[in-house]
């Protein structure tokens, strides 16, 4: 279980077909095996993990349905990759929950500038649209966000510039393919009303 709040940006540093290695700077001592780390939103398992400088270095064995489901069938050498550790008994739920279980993708539609801030507009898969809802949140690559609005499978949301600082927002542009997460209260309401008609 996550929260959707980034704690390190790491970097793909190598890809042999499903198996993945991540550098980051999180202490390689603190990273058990079988541990489990967000990565742009999808929660996978850590295989091996080396000290790396002040860091780790570690590996993921992904699968192929996972391959295909996300953005991960795109990653290579070199990409920038929004990192958290699961969430701990006791830890702050400074977001919302978060699986780390994607449920499709989502397309950027727009970037405008707000102020300081940043405004993105997306467009999500039709089946998934329905699940999102003004003031609602969601987690797009990994990062809980709170939608600002909907129309109809397109939905927008606003971030700060600490967000795009300590994130990989800052390197986003239209056209760009994100993980989505939609929240699972979301979900449960929406079978519960299924069930009740």
């Known amino acids: 279980m996550f929260t959707g709040i980034i ?38 398992t850590v295989t091996n993990v080396v000290a790396d400088g002040a860091g780790s270095s570690y590996t993921l064995d992904v699968s192929n349905e996972t391959l295909s ?11 920038r990759v929004n990192l958290e550790r699961a969430l701990k008994a006791g830890d702050e739920l400074g977001g919302h929950i978060v699986s780390g279980h994607v449920d499709g993708t989502a397309v950027i539609a727009s970037v405008q500038t707000d102020g300081d801030s940043r405004r993105f507009t997306f467009d999500a ?46 390197r986003k542009n239209t056209g760009d393919v994100v993980n989505l997460e939609i929240d699972p209260l979301a979900r ?3 079978r519960l009303m299924e069930m009740r008609t």
């Not at 541990?35 to 999808?42: F, T």
């Not at 489901?69 to 990409?79: A, E, H, M, S």
């Not at 966000?145 to 967000?163: Q, S």
Request: charged share 15%; net charge positive.
């Open 7 to 44: 704690s390190d940006l790491g970097t793909v540093l190598e890809r042999r077909g499903g198996v993945f290695r991540i550098q980051s700077s999180y202490a390689a001592d603190g990273i058990a095996l079988g541990a489990s780390i967000c990565h742009d939103g999808c929660c996978l």
């Open 188 to 190: 449960y309401v929406a």
């Open 69 to 79: 489901k996300t953005t991960l069938g795109t990653w290579q050498p070199g990409r």
């Open 125 to 170: 898969p039709p089946a998934l649209a329905r699940y999102i809802a003004s003031k609602g949140s969601v987690a797009l690559d990994g990062t809980s966000l709170t939608v600002n609005e909907v129309d109809g499978a397109r939905f927008g949301v606003n971030l700060i510039p600490h967000t795009l600082t300590v994130t990989t927002w800052g």
